[in-house]
């Protein structure tokens, strides 16, 4: 199959059934955090991208042929750019309502709600996920760097429309990256935001995957707990935190130790060439962190590659090899 895939099972949807409607990479958004990659046609032109026909052949194969005896709790329209780009959209959810029972959800970034015709052609799925990061202007073109066409105050107003019309349930998510759009300022506008749109439900979320561009950093578990707190303030609907922090500390962890490993032997380097204070250390390798350089050190020292020696009422350090040689 080219555009179906799974079942795969999501935490929010069950076994999802996917439905790929655009080749990568078109999109109307760049987000930073985005694991598909650059996007390399920014656009807000919608057309049939791939052609409905083919994707109404392969939804009639799979439900002649079953999915290898797997279940499927619903379909999910989605894509490796935005899918509300594709002109068939419509079509698509209908024909999946006229051959099954089974639920239809979208994946979208939100963007072209603005456009009655996008609204009329998603108001007969079952469950709208859009995305909105960031609701004050340059959060959002530093997260989503968004196509020229793309106007953030219509991106809300489009969504708080759709709100309005739907009979389905919309599920706002939201992506916090660090340092980029997690400020006060930004939870407060988005406040203002899930307010306007007032959504069933809210789903806070981080860069839990290997993102677009390096930049990109998850939050950490006490900012989602903020953000979450914030959010919930004056909203009737469920606030919830999707991301699994235990295993990103855990990555965390692990990218730590191997930065420190670094360290400590960039230290162990640099002490080759002549004794150093600590604070010295620190500066020359651009640390920035006494209790780390500190901490490096120490490891140098138990292993017995350092020693201590203290000049003029200086401490400085030294690698034992030089001084025995
Ligand atoms: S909207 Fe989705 S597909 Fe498009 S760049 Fe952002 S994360 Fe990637």
Not at 46 to 55: F, H, Q, S
Not at 137 to 143: K, N, P
Not at 248 to 266: M, P, S, Y
Request: hydrophobic share 40%; net charge negative.
């Amino acid at each position: 199959m080219k555009y179906l895939f799974g079942p795969v099972y999501s935490r929010r949807l069950g076994h999802s059934l996917g439905i790929d409607l655009i080749p990568p990479k078109i999109c109307s958004l760049n987000c930073v955090y985005c694991e598909v990659g650059p996007t390399t046609e920014l656009t807000c032109e919608r057309k049939e991208y791939v052609p409905t026909a083919d994707i109404l052949q392969e939804i009639d194969q799979l439900l002649a042929k079953g999915a290898g005896g797997r279940p499927i709790d619903v379909f999910t329209l989605t894509a490796m750019g935005e899918p509300t780009l594709h002109t068939g959209i419509g079509e698509i959810i209908a024909y999946l309502h006229e051959k099954t029972e089974k639920p239809v959800a979208v994946l979208t970034n939100g963007t072209l709600f603005f456009d009655p015709k996008v609204r009329a052609e998603l108001s007969a799925a079952d469950i709208i996920i859009p995305s909105l990061d960031a609701a004050r202007q340059e959060s959002f073109e530093r997260v989503n760097q968004p196509a020229a066409a793309v106007n953030l105050e219509q991106v809300i107003e489009g969504l708080a429309l759709f709100r309005r019309e739907f009979h389905g349930e919309l599920w706002l998510e939201i992506l916090l990256v660090r340092d980029m759009n997690d400020s006060l300022e930004d939870l407060l506008a988005l406040q203002q935001a899930v307010r306007r749109i007032d959504p069933a439900r809210i789903q806070l979320n981080t860069v839990a995957r290997p993102p677009m561009d390096g930049r990109a950093r998850p939050v950490t578990r006490e900012k989602m707990e903020q953000a979450a707190a914030i959010l919930a303030e004056g909203y009737a609907g469920r606030v919830e935190i999707l991301v699994d922090f235990q295993a990103i500390e855990q990555k965390e962890f692990r990218q730590g130790t191997q930065l420190q490993a670094k360290l400590v032997e960039d230290i162990a380097a640099l002490l080759q060439r002549r004794p150093c204070p600590i604070e010295e250390i620190d500066t020359a390798l651009h640390i920035q962190d006494l209790d780390l350089t500190r901490a490096c050190v120490q490891v140098l020292v138990s292993a017995g590659r350092l020693e201590k020696l203290v000049h003029n009422n200086k401490e400085f350090y030294q690698q034992v090899t030089v001084r025995k040689a």
